[in-house]
């Protein structure tokens, strides 16, 4: 059965993120793992400096999250207990469980959040062997029925399409393909609305309820957050932009991952043989 990781601080933001996996686990018939990281000894931990007691208050609080969403369930919800780095021991669970999805939130407000906000979020997002979502605490809502699919002039900004695809089918959401315009340059403007037309096809191929519009801007970033502030969205997929040298995804996808008032699916790009372009992003 699939599994999906949730990464646990036991912020309000994790718990928040912790309840949008559940809808998405019971769309996708699957399991979930509450994955919290023990790191005692940590000035910011809110825990005393005793691993014991840190690891027995952790399951405690776990065991309470899991009583609290099990009702809410088709399927499993466990928890686990790992100690390490903190973005290493999430991906390595998502590893170990061959995780189709790692949610977590991106505003926790403990110990978590020396490691989460700031870089070390993006190098999780970048090391993630599965499509991952984070969620800010402000995104509350019950469903994702809208979701933004941002389309630019890079060869791989197609790749999400069967990730998305995938999402948009198991949640009954529609699909807004969104043409990116942040250049007057006309070579690479109808590379967009090329780009923009095929994805569209394709979701309208999968049975998809699919719109297509387009903007334009100085940055992608800009664009694709002012466009979600317009209109009532839920959730934006984005290609990680990921720099293989560093590990660290791009200045644009940073920036919609951190400023996003709805939950960013970010997925990687993929190497194609002889630099051809396939729609796929499932991994």
Known sequence: MSEIVVAIDFSSC????????????????????LVHVSKPGSDESVYPDTQ?????????????????FRLLMKNEIRYRIRQGRVYTEIVNEAKYNDAILLIAGTHGISGFEEYFIGSNAYRLVSLSSCPMISIRTMFQKKEIKKILFPIDSSKDTRQKSNFAADMALKLNAEVRVLGVYDTGIKEIRKK????????????????????????????????????ISIHDLDMVAMMSDKDSSTMIIGNEAQRVINH???????????????????LSGSG
């Open 14 to 33: 994790s718990v928040n993120a912790t309840r949008t996996a559940v809808m998405i686990a019971n769309a996708f018939d699957a399991n979930i793992t």
């Open 52 to 68: 014991d007691i840190h690891y027995q208050e952790a399951e405690k609080r776990l065991k309470e999250m899991v009583s609290d």
């Open 192 to 227: 967009v609305k090329n780009y923009s037309l095929q994805v569209f096809k394709f979701f309208e191929q999968k049975g998809i309820n699919t719109s297509i519009d387009f903007a334009e801007g100085k940055k992608a970033s800009g664009i694709i957050l002012d466009y």
């Open 260 to 278: 996003s008032p709805v939950p960013v699916l970010s997925i990687h790009p993929k190497e194609t043989s002889g630099g051809s372009i396939v």
